[in-house]
Structures are given as C-alpha cells and as structure tokens.
Nanobody, 124 residues
Framework: QVRLVESGGGLVQAGGSLRLSCAAS????????MGWFRQAPGKEREFVAA????????EYADSVKGRFTVSRDNAKNTMYLQMNSLKPGDTAVYYC?????????????????WGQGTQVTVSS
C-alpha cells in the first residue's frame, strides 16, 4: 500500500521559514516524479513545485520561485520543500503527490498518489 505522509507544517510569521517533508512508502520512490501542491480555503488546488524522478530537474510556480526549494533524497524515500521568506499568501494546506510517469507534472491529473496534507499558516 502506497503512503505519502507530509510533516513540518505549522504557524510562522511573515518572513520566516519552514521545511516540509514528504515520506513515501510502498512504491519505488526513485522512479516517481514528486510534486507539491497547496490549497487555500475557497481556492483551487495549485501547483507549487515538482522534482523529476532523478531529482536533477525541478520546476516551480512563479509565485514561489526564488523563495522555495524542492529536493528529494531517494535513499530516504523523502521529498522536501524548503520555504523561505514566507508570506501570508502562502497560507494553505500543502500536499505532496507521486507520479509514476516520473516527470513531476505541474498538473494534478498525472499524479497517482496524494498525501493527507499539512497546514501552513503565515501570520502578518
């Protein structure tokens, strides 16, 4: 059974930092593309960042480029999202997802598995 478990969310002041983790089990992690998405209340789920199966290729939403960094440790079956210079607009539930195509899409459709999410709240 595939499981994705996010952790590291919390409450932080604007300008602060958080690091999210996504621990995967039940799949060959190194072959999967991995993505981070977020959903704020009343809004659609939106793409944040993604890393292809090898980890060498990453993509970011324009809104987080330069502030967030996605990485993965295939030996630990874990993906990370380092979030710096956080803004109140970053407040959302953050989800990780796994894509068996290995590409780490910007779209939610190709992802096969999703975590339960972790809440990130940025106060002004």
């Amino acid at each position: 059974q595939v499981r994705l478990v996010e952790s590291g969310g919390g409450l932080v002041q604007a300008g602060g930092s958080l690091r999210l983790s996504c621990a995967a089990s039940g799949l060959v992690f190194s072959t999967y593309g991995m993505g981070w998405f977020r959903q704020a209340p009343g809004k659609e789920r939106e793409f944040v960042a993604a890393a292809r199966w090898g980890g060498g290729s990453t993509e970011y939403a324009d809104s987080v480029k330069g502030r967030f960094t996605v990485s993965r440790d295939n030996a630990k079956n874990t993906m990370y999202l380092q979030m710096n210079s956080l803004k109140p607009g970053d407040t959302a539930v953050y989800y990780c997802a796994a894509d068996h195509y290995g590409m780490g899409s910007r779209l939610p459709g190709p992802y096969d598995y999703w975590g339960q999410g972790t809440q990130v709240t940025v106060s002004s």
